[in-house]
């Protein structure tokens, strides 16, 4: 099958690659402009897709509109393709595009639809508490990922980081892609329900800020959502992220939701949201604690917490 691919971060990888080892003939990838690092100076990085398309001798298109593009359009239908596959490309693709491929345009879209629509799926579902996700096989119309599906598969979500829920899904995502562009016609696209709909708004780097007056079962999938990068909390003015944590039992210090309690030991003093309460790092939540076990200062490599307080000491009593 003759098909052109559109895609642009890591998680669209895998779906490029099984693409090219099924025998598909990709005719070109699209992908998101190369982007400066994060450091002045620093010459444009290409996407993964750019690059993973590049060493496997595809021709890359990186346009930045096909909205206000005529010759971006007109260069994609001249490409003759029997579909579009898409996987997390970037940009809002016009009827026009959509409608150009024979077999018009398929999204590997991690979630499973109608819940989840939109940017950030993987990281709203572990925020939300999901029991499971997945990916779904989509066909694409004009609104925001709301064709029918042709294919879905689903799988828990607890425990996992969005790192390890990312690649899961990527893997699956491209497997079921191939075996719908095996036999198009015996995965008939379903509408989706009218009901469940929801919506994943993009992140905000603000969100990886650990809220304390949030109960601890709510942190800690906070710390699974954003690892990576991991989330994180301030002390003596210099970032620390969380990348694991485990909840404090809860038989040694009564924290209560109203933050009122006391140590047992010292009634004298009032533990308040996000307080330092012991040498290990344990923190007080709104409901619960939770104690981080794996960190990372600025430019510094991943440490145990131990590690981290060996040399960087947050003594009890500290207010975070």
């Keep these: 099958m003759r098909i052109i691919f559109m895609g642009t971060p890591e998680f669209a990888v895998p779906t490029l ?31 993964p897709v750019h690059a993973r398309a590049e060493a496997l001798g595809i021709e890359v298109r990186t346009p930045l509109s096909f909205k206000k593009d005529p010759y971006a359009v007109a260069a994609f239908a ?22 150009a491929p024979r077999l018009g345009c398929m999204n590997v879209h991690a979630s499973l639809l109608p819940r989840w629509r939109g940017a950030a799926p993987i990281q709203r579902a572990i925020l939300a508490g999901d029991e499971e996700t997945g990916v779904g096989i989509m066909q694409m ?6 064709g029918p599906v042709r294919l879905e598969e689903r799988t828990l979500v607890a425990g996992k980081t969005a790192g ?24 008939p696209a379903v509408a989706q329900a009218e009901d469940g709909v929801t919506y994943a708004s993009k992140i905000d780097k603000a969100e990886a800020r650990l809220d304390f007056s949030q109960p601890a079962d709510a942190i800690a999938r906070q710390v699974l959502a954003f690892n990576p990068p991991g989330a994180w909390f301030e002390y003596a003015g210099e970032r620390i992220r969380v990348l694991e944590t485990i909840r404090h039992p809860s038989e040694r210090w009564d ?66």
């Excluded at 119309?141 to 709301?146: C, P, Q």
């Excluded at 899904?169 to 015996?186: F, H, S, T, W, Y």
């Excluded at 923190?283 to 991943?302: K, M, N, S």
Aim: glycine share 10%; proline share 7%.
């Design 78 to 99: 001249a490409l003759e393709a029997d579909v579009a596959v898409v996987a997390a490309y970037g940009l809002i693709l016009p009827m026009s595009v959509l409608e």
């Design 17 to 47: 690659d099984a693409l090219v080892d099924a025998g598909h003939d990709v005719a070109a990838a699209y992908s998101q402009p190369p982007r400066a690092g994060g450091r002045r100076g620093k010459a444009l990085t290409p996407s």
């Design 141 to 146: 119309e004009a609104g925001l990922d709301t």
């Design 255 to 320: 924290l209560p939701s109203s933050g009122a309690a006391s140590d047992a030991g010292n009634p004298s003093v009032r533990w308040r949201d996000g307080m330092v309460v012991d040498d290990a790092l344990t923190i007080t939540c709104a409901e619960g604690a939770i104690r981080p076990t794996l960190v990372q200062r600025a430019g510094r490599g991943v440490m145990t917490t131990a590690e981290l307080l060996n040399g960087f000491p947050i003594p009890a009593g500290t207010q975070l």
């Design 164 to 187: 390890a829920l990312t690649d899961e899904l990527a893997a699956m995502g491209a497997r079921l892609m191939v075996q719908v562009l095996a036999d198009p016609e015996a995965y």
